[in-house]
């Protein structure tokens, strides 16, 4: 039983930084697609970041974001910075051994309970 755990969200202010991680347990992730997913109130699930091989960032994130992860921890890292209000939302990590399309939700086998990030004006 694979379980992933989020930690680092917060309240901060339009600008500031957060980082983000996910430590796995229940095996080893380090031949997997790990990654970030939001959820905003009334909206749909979106792909944030991806990390297996190589790096991938959603378009509104590019710049401003870095995905990391240590396969010795078996955790993952989001580093947020210059946030916006519309950074808000719930931020769910994801695991995955095939994902194919890394920006498709349903792809990932395995997901966090998710951490709130919540950016002021």
């Known amino acids: 039983q694979v379980q992933l755990v989020e930690s680092g969200g917060g309240l901060v202010q339009a600008g500031d930084s957060l980082r983000l991680s996910c430590v796995a347990s229940?095996?080893?992730?380090?031949?997997?697609?790990m990654g970030w997913f939001r959820q905003a109130p009334g909206k749909e699930r979106e792909f944030v970041a991806v990390?297996?091989?190589?790096?991938y960032y959603a378009d509104f994130v590019k710049g401003r974001c870095t995905i990391s992860r240590d396969n010795a921890k078996n955790t993952v890292y989001l580093q947020m910075n210059s946030l916006k209000p519309e950074d808000t939302a719930v931020y769910y990590c994801?695991?995955?051994?095939?994902?194919?399309?890394?920006?498709?939700?349903?792809?990932?086998?395995?997901w966090g309970q998710g951490t709130q990030v919540t950016v002021s004006s």
């Open positions: 990390a297996r091989w190589g790096t």
């Open positions: 994801a695991a995955g051994v095939r994902v194919g399309v890394y920006s498709s939700a349903d792809k990932y086998d395995y």
């Open positions: 229940g095996r080893t992730l380090s031949d997997s697609y």
